[in-house]
């Protein structure tokens, strides 16, 4: 089923929902310079991926 | 202006006498003050008025004044001012009341005192959004991206919040009211409001290449996004440019007299520092800004991006024209694979041909395509390139022009690097640099050769001629235009425009100018031909083999005899 799954998925191009158009625009928003195409695709990995251990907390988080 | 008559009547007492004098009193001071209102005092100094009655034939006009007045108490008084009778009364016909309101209505007072502040109601106390925990990434992502720019900026803390409270399930259920009797209305039934999570996606097992695609999909549509090649920012963030920018740029380019990449319009005309904070995002309003202006037209690749604009002198060549060169190459669209693969060889090794030494040229085929960038813009049509040549510490800015659906693809700029270091037959090799815009260009150095190479004369009208030549790099012995091999090019004309246009005539044309005349008919090999046709035109030699093999008149044939060698019958010319 798994094989199928990725099969599927890979024969379909992939469509960025609103979620991650919002995590992507608030990258760009937030961003002094320039950001590079393999730079938000990194982003995008990372967000999909589970939450890093080490990652510090946000500045109105307590 | 409306007014009203104040009429009052007023009843005078004392004699006959007292009485008309105090009415004609009171008429005089009611027309004194005629514009008063009708309590004010109006004031007549008592002298005065006895002069004013003197005048009018009264005698003993104060006497009788002060008795008038004595008699009529209710209605005047007399009052001392600085030692002065002064008559006193008003348009009522009253004696003047103290109508002092104690400053209550003061302007002055009230707009000097300020009303108390309202009291303010408790501000409740608001429940602390809650971050998902998978925008905990946010920050790390942020980090890095300053790491990267090389400098810290504080991260917008507004922002987020208002991002995760988007994207927040969020549940209100109003309770229901508690039923009082029998009779009380049924409660409303529990609303609830659920707004669906949406998960980002699942980009695990997605190539780089298709999610690019996916990003630029969204985010080029996005007119919040500004994007210009690989690179992205919010567009509000994007410093625009006044119309005096735009002209110093344009006059800078036109002064310059050759395309010039963004870094030093950055440095030379905007005055930015290169290294500073802002350099970097300069660089990219300068791409961004001028690729939405009509005056200016980018020439650059990902890593040099070259911009130019109007009234510049050409690159290369002048003998031709770079429409006409677009379509000698034409026949390079049907080498081309359908989907190209740019940027993946290291390097092309390239024989020079007559045509592209006397013109500075080099093809745009499959091989260079696989050598160069892909155009970073829609509808781009050339890219300025540097060909560094290490041999001789020189750097060569040469324009690769793109195929456009009618026209094929060439680079130019090259004549100086040939003529100074090259002969036809050449071989150079040309690979790549890490920047995409800059390629380094080598030849093979051997020692020094004598021969009589073909040459184009020019001095009067243009006919080929062999000269002595002495020239130290490596050949292709078979594109070698000597003497010996095709002497029979010696003092002819270059072919008619019309002729040279359709390549079965150039090589017609060719067969009698280089080819084995026997018994009518002319006889060449295929490499003998090669060069030969690109004397006149370039000519790939897959067009050339095509040609020869797909001749419906039956001019051209295969030898059998011979080593691929091919003949030509002169009177079946196609």
Redesign the interface.
């Known amino acids: 089923m798994g094989n199928v799954e ?1 099969e599927k ?2 024969s379909t ?37 589970p ?2 251990p080490s ?8 | 202006m409306l007014s009203q008559p104040l009429e009052l009547d007023v009843e005078f007492s004392g004699s006959e006498a007292d009485r008309d004098l105090a009415a004609k009193l009171l008429g005089l001071m009611r027309a004194r003050g005629r514009f008063m209102s009708a309590n004010s005092p109006i004031r007549l100094n008592l002298a005065s008025v006895a002069e004013y009655f003197e005048g009018t034939g009264v005698t003993g006009a104060e006497t009788r004044l002060r008795a008038a007045i004595a008699a009529n108490e209710p209605v005047f008084a007399i009052e001392e001012i600085d030692g002065q009778a002064v008559v006193v009364t008003t348009r009522r016909g009253i004696r003047a009341v103290d109508v002092d309101g104690g400053g209550r209505h003061d302007f002055a007072q009230r707009l000097t005192t300020p009303q108390p502040k309202p009291e303010r109601p408790p501000v409740p106390v608001r429940e602390r959004p809650r971050i998902d925990e998978r925008w905990s990434t946010l920050q790390v992502t942020l980090d890095d991206l300053e790491e990267e720019a090389g400098e810290a900026e504080p991260l917008g803390e507004a922002e987020v919040p208002a991002m995760e409270l988007a994207v927040e399930p969020i549940a209100v259920a109003e309770a229901p009211a508690e039923p009082i009797g029998e009779e009380a209305p049924a409660p409303p039934l529990a609303r609830t409001i659920t707004i669906p999570v949406v998960s980002p996606t699942d980009v695990t097992g997605i190539d780089d290449l298709e999610l690019a695609t996916a990003i630029r999909q969204r985010l080029a549509a996005d007119l919040r996004v500004a994007n210009f090649g690989e690179q992205w920012l919010m567009e509000d963030r994007v410093p625009r440019f006044s119309r005096g920018d735009l002209r110093r740029l344009r006059e800078y380019l036109q002064e310059q007299e050759q395309p010039l990449a963004d870094d030093v319009l950055a440095q030379d005309v905007l005055g930015v520092r290169a290294g500073s904070a802002e350099f970097e995002l300069t660089r990219f309003a300068i791409d961004y800004r001028l690729s939405r202006e009509k005056e200016f037209e980018f020439v650059g690749t990902a890593n040099q991006r070259f911009w130019s604009t109007s009234g510049l002198p050409p690159i290369g060549t002048i003998r031709r024209k770079t429409n006409e060169l677009g379509t000698d190459y034409r026949f390079l669209l049907d080498e081309m694979p359908e989907n190209p693969a740019y940027r993946t060889v290291a390097s092309v090794d390239h024989v020079l041909t007559f045509f592209e030494y006397i013109h500075g040229l080099l093809p745009y085929d499959a091989e260079m395509q696989q050598l160069l960038p892909a155009p970073l813009q829609p509808n781009q049509r050339g890219a300025v390139l540097t060909f560094e040549c290490p041999q001789s510490y020189t750097t060569y800015l040469v324009e690769l022009r793109y195929p456009t659906p009618n026209r094929g693809g060439f680079i130019l700029g090259l004549d100086d690097f040939y003529t100074e270091n090259l002969v036809p037959g050449a071989i150079v090799s040309i690979s790549r640099t890490e920047n995409d815009g800059h390629y380094r260009v080598e030849y093979l150095a051997e020692s020094g050769q004598n021969g009589r190479l073909l040459e184009l004369d020019e001095r009067r009208a243009q006919r080929y001629v062999f000269r002595p030549t002495t020239f130290a790099c490596g050949i292709e012995a078979s594109m070698l235009l000597t003497e010996d091999r095709v002497g029979g090019l010696n003092g002819e004309k270059p072919l008619d425009e019309k002729v040279r246009r359709r390549p079965e005539a150039v090589v017609a044309a060719t067969f009698e100018r280089v080819g084995q005349h026997r018994g009518g008919n002319y006889s060449a090999t295929f490499d003998t031909l090669l060069a030969g046709v690109n004397v006149e035109r370039p000519m790939s030699g897959t067009l050339l083999r095509s040609t020869l093999e797909n001749d419906d008149t039956g001019a051209f044939s295969l030898d059998p005899e011979g080593q691929d060698v091919y003949t030509y019958v002169p009177g079946n010319t196609p």
């Open positions: 990725v998925r890979m191009p992939v469509k960025l929902n609103d979620e991650d158009v919002t995590y992507l625009l608030t990258l760009l928003r937030n961003a002094s310079q320039p950001i590079t195409t393999q730079q938000l695709i990194d982003a995008l990995r990372r967000q999909s991926g939450p890093e990652a510090p907390p946000m500045a109105n988080d307590s």
